[in-house]
């Protein structure tokens, strides 16, 4: 029995089907199909452009797919009536770049949704945000202000705001390729412990050392269809798709 046909040990965390995305006459997802399961990490592979920021945004509902459907858990995020906000919350979302408010501290930066969207006390969101930075390594950065933050550690943050929301699943966004490379290594730890501790995460990613090490599953988009998916150790050894090998001919 392979990798595919094996039913799957946990249920969807978050479910896609059939979802496409055009800008105008440009298709930019076509009728993807995938899932995240619970506590797994799904690492997103693929040449630019090939639709993964876009899939992601959906999964969020920053973008509006034209067909398909996303499921989180029981709900269905693309019914008319969806609550929005509500399902935002739900999922915890970390970009390329961090957008921390520059003249707010590390910990109001992180608390700021904790008191004005979950309408928690402000020493409670305080005592959970310094848990959160505690986690990624910045318990006493907490009353620093961002620029005095290098790189790796502002994306840190960005991670420990997401996770103060207490998201059912997160979603990265090339978190590291902002950073000098020096920087990169440190986020990709608190992400790879993210993975261990079973959050589970839809990583699109450049960094083809994580997605072996700490995917769970591996799928590579290719104009904009789920070409791939299966093990990091086939897609990384026995990848047969041309376009696959073709790829990681290139970054690897
Ligand atoms: P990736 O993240 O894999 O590099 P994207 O999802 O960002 O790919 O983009 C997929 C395609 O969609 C690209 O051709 C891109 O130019 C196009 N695209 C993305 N966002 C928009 C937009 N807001 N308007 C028009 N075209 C877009
Ligand atoms: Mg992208």
């Given at each position: 029995m392979t990798a595919m046909t094996k039913a799957p040990a946990t249920p969807a965390a978050l479910r896609v089907t059939g979802l496409s995305k055009s800008y105008g006459?440009?298709?930019v997802l076509r009728d993807i199909t995938i899932d995240v399961r619970a506590?797994?990490?799904?690492?997103?592979?693929?040449?630019?452009?090939?639709g993964k920021s876009t899939l992601l945004k959906c999964l969020n509902l920053l973008e509006t797919p034209?067909?398909?459907?996303?499921?989180?858990?029981?709900?269905?995020?693309?019914?008319?009536r969806a609550?929005?906000?509500?399902?935002?919350?739900r999922i915890g979302m970390v970009f390329q770049h961090f957008n921390l408010f520059?003249?707010?501290?590390v910990e109001r930066n992180v608390t700021l949704a904790l008191t004005s969207v979950k309408g928690m006390g402000r020493e409670q969101a305080r005592q959970s945000a310094l848990r959160r930075l505690a986690e990624v390594g910045l318990a006493a950065f907490a009353d620093r202000r961002p620029a005095q933050l290098s790189g790796g550690q502002q994306q840190r943050v960005a991670i420990a705001r997401a996770l103060a929301m207490e998201p059912e699943v997160?979603?990265?966004d090339e978190a590291t390729s902002a950073l000098d490379p020096e920087l990169v290594k440190d986020v990709l730890a608190v992400m790879r412990d993210l993975a261990s501790a079973g959050m589970t995460m839809a990583v699109v990613t450049h960094e083809m050392g994580f997605a072996r090490e700490a995917a769970d599953r591996v799928?590579?988009?290719?104009?904009?269809?789920?070409?791939?998916?299966?093990?990091?150790?086939?897609?990384?050894?026995r990848a047969d798709h041309a376009r696959l090998r073709q790829f990681l001919s290139q970054v690897l």
């Amino acid at each position: 029995m392979t990798a595919m046909t094996k039913a799957p040990a946990t249920p969807a965390a978050l479910r896609v089907t059939g979802l496409s995305k055009s800008y105008g006459s440009h298709t930019v997802l076509r009728d993807i199909t995938i899932d995240v399961r619970a506590g797994e990490t799904l690492c997103l592979i693929g040449p630019s452009g090939s639709g993964k920021s876009t899939l992601l945004k959906c999964l969020n509902l920053l973008e509006t797919p034209d067909s398909g459907e996303i499921w989180l858990g029981e709900t269905c995020l693309t019914a008319a009536r969806a609550d929005v906000d509500a399902a935002r919350a739900r999922i915890g979302m970390v970009f390329q770049h961090f957008n921390l408010f520059p003249h707010l501290s590390v910990e109001r930066n992180v608390t700021l949704a904790l008191t004005s969207v979950k309408g928690m006390g402000r020493e409670q969101a305080r005592q959970s945000a310094l848990r959160r930075l505690a986690e990624v390594g910045l318990a006493a950065f907490a009353d620093r202000r961002p620029a005095q933050l290098s790189g790796g550690q502002q994306q840190r943050v960005a991670i420990a705001r997401a996770l103060a929301m207490e998201p059912e699943v997160m979603l990265f966004d090339e978190a590291t390729s902002a950073l000098d490379p020096e920087l990169v290594k440190d986020v990709l730890a608190v992400m790879r412990d993210l993975a261990s501790a079973g959050m589970t995460m839809a990583v699109v990613t450049h960094e083809m050392g994580f997605a072996r090490e700490a995917a769970d599953r591996v799928a590579f988009m290719c104009d904009g269809r789920l070409a791939e998916i299966d093990t990091p150790d086939r897609i990384f050894e026995r990848a047969d798709h041309a376009r696959l090998r073709q790829f990681l001919s290139q970054v690897l």
